[in-house]
């Protein structure tokens, strides 16, 4: 039996974290993520959770400290935002070439600057060549489904790799909304006891983490995180059909929304698949093949099977929460286009960045998406590549 | 504290077949410090010279558990995994009891890994910090860092025409974490042996923070004979260049006076960072020298009631 | 050495942990020496500083006195002659030109017999 709750995202992710019982926490406030370090930081007070909760001096501090929690042996966990994230970078990479499982809660946030609190994606699209897994989450609901699934596809022993799970800012961190929650003892059995490999407080093997590793062994180990980042997709697949076992709820890499018979559709990920899928509702009531698919594993990069589930597309937008200033398109758009080439007749793919800084995205605005799409499909080809939804001209 | 030749019975937490140049002065440091510990102990280490030549895969020189995650976070990294025991320890799973040492060199510490030592000292993780202070970015080829003295030669510091060499003076770190008011402070100096041992013994077995500032004779950046390693270190605190002191519960304790004052000036003479100095352009910055340390000397007599 | 040389990726511990403690002295650093340290037994008085400063680890000391020189490992950088405070001012410790390494240096600093054109 579930429990029905009103939370919001952040309460959500704090109640997850609460239940997994990580051994540390190590974090640092980063507005729209502070909740979650705040609501954590209560229930330890509270004795509700039995974690050690390092209140570090910085983001950089908190994803230092939670490597050095993680190679010690102990579920170490920690959260962050945007600027945050930024800072952790040096060793955001470095938590993933040691093979560390952590969980780590990201509430997307426009990367400064200009300096902003609200959502886009720069931030974690700017940490996707990290070599952490991504997961993306629609709304609450998802986003605590994905942490406690994070966990299990992180320590799985093909896997050893750690794991962001993303909400939206202020969309999905500050809306409440009614969602389920699992008992604490069964989420208690899904997270099981963690067996650490070669931990450090094993001190009667002593082990040497982090050491120099030159041209003669590097290649070597990139190559065993690049495997680890590959065998992750089946992993994944296999925590969600456990998942669903327990909850009924089912997830994939993707989501696909009206997509078998559509000859148009919608790329997007996070809060904004909800408003796209009200705005395919209403366009298959005007008769429209209208479709969605909202990515929700961004790494691994599910291309093979997005290829698959896009083949049969005249038309097909990515929509990109950030840019990548790289004078084509936004990261979303050239990972779908790539994983689209070598398809036989493959649909014309174009572009839409929108919502950078939290600027609003309306169903006018995915709506107007889907009726370019519809002039594409028509003619057989796309006038541009990339379109900025939503900015004043 | 044990004698040579009891300690001499006990085997090296550290090997034979680091990389360290000849003479090198961190690897008695560490000698020592483990030497010291009276539990397992846990070690992790800030890039610098002393984690890459101790950890060349697939070789490491280390006998203990040894993380190094980045430069500027080794107290972080070290608060990490001692939260981790605290956890793990309250919740059963180990019930050993296990000591954790952080080690950075002087950039790693004064500079780049400040912020990162000084939120660690400020939780109160029970952990010793241990600066190996050369007193410049010596693994990346002699820069100046904020542990450089002044008049010092360095790559970024150099003298020359119109330059002494450094300007400024060193900052003190020691002092600045005695203004943490953590349990633990002290200096230290590989050549007093039984002096270095007897404060990391201390210092693990308080509980809660200690940190020691350890000064480390290079021979590539002070530039001098790699024989001369040790007895450099021993003339940094008869010069009182380097007093040896400790600050335990905020009590300042002297822990070696120098029957005779020596002059820096033959401190700096055996070192050809500072050649230039003795110039007749650059006497007077000799002088300089002098009068600060003695300024300071005093002043330390002064808070440990000599 | 935990990871043999003809290792292929997936056959090397992860994340380049070393899981040998202390593998390093299997890596020979006594090449680097031009001047070897030579123990004159009659004056040593088993101070045991040289045991304790060696930075190479390459002292060993024995039932509490000096043992020998690890010349596999000893770099020749002095500090052990330094600290000796000898018997009578006469130097346990001295170090005097390595002829094997200086064998070896005078070899690599020869002219090539064949030069390639």
């Given at each position: 039996m579930s429990i029905r709750v009103a939370k919001t995202g952040n309460e959500a992710v704090a109640e997850a974290m609460r239940q997994m019982r990580p051994d540390v926490v190590a974090a640092y406030p980063i507005t729209p993520q502070t909740e979650i370090v705040q609501i954590f930081?209560?229930?330890?007070?509270?004795?509700?959770?039995?974690?050690?909760?390092?209140?570090?001096?910085?983001?950089?501090?908190?994803?230092?400290?939670?490597?050095?929690?993680?190679?010690?042996?102990?579920?170490?966990?920690?959260?962050?935002?945007?600027?945050?994230?930024?800072?952790?970078?040096?060793?955001?990479?470095?938590?993933?070439?040691?093979?560390?499982?952590?969980?780590?809660?990201?509430?997307?946030?426009?990367?400064?600057?200009?300096?902003?609190?609200?959502c886009d994606h720069s931030d974690t699209m700017g940490a996707r060549d990290s070599g952490w897994i991504q997961i993306f989450s629609e709304n609450a609901q998802e986003a605590y489904d994905n942490t406690l699934q994070a966990l299990r596809i992180a320590e799985n022993p093909n896997v050893l790799l750690p794991a962001m799970v993303t909400m939206d800012g202020f969309i999905i961190s500050h809306a409440m909304e009614v969602m389920e929650i699992l008992e604490d003892e069964k989420v208690r059995e899904w997270v099981g006891e963690y067996v650490p490999e070669n931990p450090l407080l094993d001190v009667d093997n002593p082990v040497t983490i982090g050491p120099l590793d030159l041209y003669d062994w590097n290649m070597e180990h990139k190559r065993q995180q690049a495997e680890a980042m590959v065998q992750s997709k089946a992993v994944i697949l296999k925590v969600a059909e456990d998942y669903a076992k327990l909850t009924g709820r089912r997830?994939?890499?993707?989501?696909?929304?009206?997509?078998?018979?559509?000859?148009?559709?919608?790329?997007?990920?996070?809060?904004?698949?909800?408003?796209?899928?009200?705005?395919?509702?209403?366009?298959?009531?005007?008769?429209?093949?209208?479709?969605?698919?909202?990515?929700?594993?961004?790494?691994?990069?599910?291309?093979?099977e997005i290829a698959a589930a896009l083949k049969h597309v005249k038309a097909i937008a990515v929509m990109d929460r950030s840019d990548s200033f790289n004078a084509i398109s936004g990261p979303v758009f050239a990972e779908v286009r790539s994983a689209m080439y070598g398809v036989q007749s493959a649909p014309a793919i174009v572009d839409y960045i929108y919502g950078i800084g939290g600027r609003d995205v309306t169903p006018e605005h995915i709506r107007k998406v889907y009726d370019d799409l519809a002039n594409i499909a028509a003619r057989g080809k796309a006038d541009r590549i990339l379109t900025y939804l939503g900015v004043r001209e | 504290m044990a004698t040579l030749k009891e300690l001499s019975t006990r085997e090296f937490n550290i090997s034979s077949g680091h990389r360290a140049c000849a003479g090198c002065a961190f690897p008695m440091i560490i000698k020592q410090a483990l030497m010291a510990a009276d539990n397992p102990v846990v070690v992790g280490c800030a890039t610098g010279c002393m984690e890459v030549c101790t950890t060349i895969y697939p070789y490491t020189a280390w006998k203990v558990p040894f993380i190094h995650n980045a430069f500027e976070n080794s107290a972080a990294t070290v608060s990490g995994v001692e939260a981790a025991y605290q956890s793990l320890r309250r919740k059963g799973k180990i019930d050993k009891k296990i000591d954790f040492i952080a080690f950075g060199g002087d950039g790693g510490t004064y500079d780049i890994g400040f912020q990162s030592l000084s939120g660690a000292m400020e939780r109160g993780h029970d952990m010793l910090y241990i600066c190996y202070d050369n007193q410049a970015y010596m693994n990346t080829g002699i820069q100046?860092?904020?542990?450089?003295?002044?008049?010092?030669?360095?790559?970024?510091?150099?003298?020359?025409?119109?330059?002494?060499?450094?300007?400024?003076?060193?900052?003190?770190?020691?002092?600045?974490?005695?203004?943490?008011?953590?349990?633990?402070?002290?200096?230290?100096?590989?050549?007093?042996?039984?002096?270095?041992?007897?404060?990391?013994?201390?210092?693990?077995?308080?509980?809660?923070?200690?940190?020691?500032?350890?000064?480390?004779?290079?021979?590539?950046?002070?530039?001098?004979?790699?024989?001369?390693?040790?007895?450099?270190?021993?003339?940094?605190?008869d010069t009182c260049y380097w007093p040896l002191y400790e600050v335990v519960e905020g009590k300042y304790k002297l822990s070696y006076k120098p029957k005779e004052k020596v002059p820096v000036r033959e401190f700096l003479q055996k070192q050809d960072r500072f050649r230039h100095l003795f110039t007749p352009k650059n006497e007077h910055i000799i002088d300089e020298i002098q009068a600060e340390i003695d300024r300071k000397w005093e002043a330390l007599l002064a808070k440990c009631g000599e | 050495m935990s990871v043999p040389k003809n290792a292929g990726w997936r056959d090397v511990p992860k994340a380049g942990r070393i899981l040998e403690p202390g593998s390093a002295a299997e890596y020979e650093t006594g090449g680097w020496r031009t001047y070897r340290p030579q123990h004159i037994p009659e004056n040593c008085i088993h101070c045991l500083f040289c045991w304790l400063y060696c930075p190479d680890?390459?002292?060993?000391?024995?039932?509490?006195?000096?043992?020998?020189?690890?010349?596999?490992?000893?770099?020749?950088?002095?500090?052990?002659?330094?600290?000796?405070?000898?018997?009578?001012?006469?130097?346990?410790?001295?170090?005097?030109?390595?002829?094997?390494?200086?064998?070896?240096?005078?070899?690599?600093?020869?002219?090539?017999?064949?030069?390639?054109?």
């Open positions: 930081s209560g229930f330890v007070a509270d004795g509700l959770v039995d974690t050690e909760m390092v209140t570090v001096e910085s983001e950089h501090s908190a994803m230092s400290a939670t490597v050095g929690a993680a190679a010690a042996g102990a579920r170490a966990m920690t959260a962050t935002s945007a600027n945050g994230l930024a800072l952790m970078w040096e060793i955001v990479y470095i938590a993933a070439s040691m093979r560390l499982p952590i969980v780590m809660p990201v509430v997307n946030r426009a990367l400064s600057g200009p300096i902003n609190i609200h997830y994939g890499l993707f989501e696909e929304y009206m997509l078998e018979d559509a000859e148009v559709a919608v790329v997007v990920l996070g809060s904004t698949a909800g408003t796209a899928k009200v705005v395919v509702n209403e366009l298959r009531k005007q008769g429209v093949k209208a479709g969605l698919l909202k990515l929700r594993v961004f790494r691994p990069f599910p291309a093979e | 100046r860092s904020s542990a450089t003295p002044r008049g010092a030669n360095t790559t970024t510091s150099p003298a020359g025409k119109e330059s002494f060499g450094k300007k400024q003076y060193r900052k003190d770190l020691t002092e600045v974490m005695v203004a943490h008011g953590i349990p633990f402070v002290a200096q230290a100096s590989p050549a007093m042996w039984s002096d270095l041992m007897s404060k990391v013994n201390r210092a693990l077995a308080v509980e809660g923070p200690a940190f020691m500032n350890v000064i480390q004779p290079c021979v590539l950046g002070w530039k001098y004979d790699s024989s001369q390693s040790v007895a450099l270190a021993k003339l940094a605190v | 680890m390459s002292v060993i000391a024995r039932d509490g006195k000096f043992g020998e020189i690890n010349y596999k490992s000893c770099k020749g950088c002095g500090v052990c002659a330094q600290v000796c405070p000898g018997k009578r001012g006469q130097k346990a410790l001295v170090m005097v030109l390595d002829e094997a390494a200086a064998a070896t240096a005078e070899e690599s600093c020869a002219e090539p017999k064949a030069q390639t054109k």
